[in-house]
Nanobody, 115 residues
Framework: QVQVVETGGGLVQPGGSLRLSCATS?????????VGWLRQAPGKERELVAD??????NYADSVKGRFTISQDNAKKTLYLDMNNLRSEDTAVYYC?????????WGQGIQVTVSS
């Protein structure tokens, strides 16, 4: 059974930075077809923030130039580096691994950007 645990969220002031981590464990062969980060703010639909597909990084327009998605295959960990955070970035963030037969999700972690 593969476990997915997100860490790194919290409260940050506007203009600050955070790094979200999404660590996996329990898989012998872990080769997702795609990985990504999504977020959901109160009253809004879930939004794809960034993903990696076919070795290419993709970003939502709202975060382009500020966020960076990366992964460490040896550690089987996915990261989201968030810089110059804005209040509009406040949301619950989820990591996602698109597997061949199913998807794996993190538990969700709160990011609050406020002064």
């Amino acid at each position: 059974q593969v476990q997915v645990v997100e860490t790194g969220g919290g409260l940050v002031q506007p203009g600050g930075s955070l790094r979200l981590s999404c660590a996996t464990s329990g898989a012998i062969f872990f080769t997702p077809n795609a990985v990504g980060w999504l977020r959901q703010a109160p009253g809004k639909e879930r939004e794809l923030v960034a993903d990696i597909r076919g070795g290419r990084r993709n970003y939502a327009d709202s975060v382009k130039g500020r966020f960076t998605i990366s992964q460490d295959n040896a550690k089987k960990t996915l990261y989201l580096d968030m810089n110059n955070l804005r209040s509009e970035d406040t949301a619950v963030y989820y990591c996602k691994f698109v597997m061949r037969g199913h998807d794996l999700w993190g538990q969700g972690i709160q990011v609050t950007v406020s002064s």
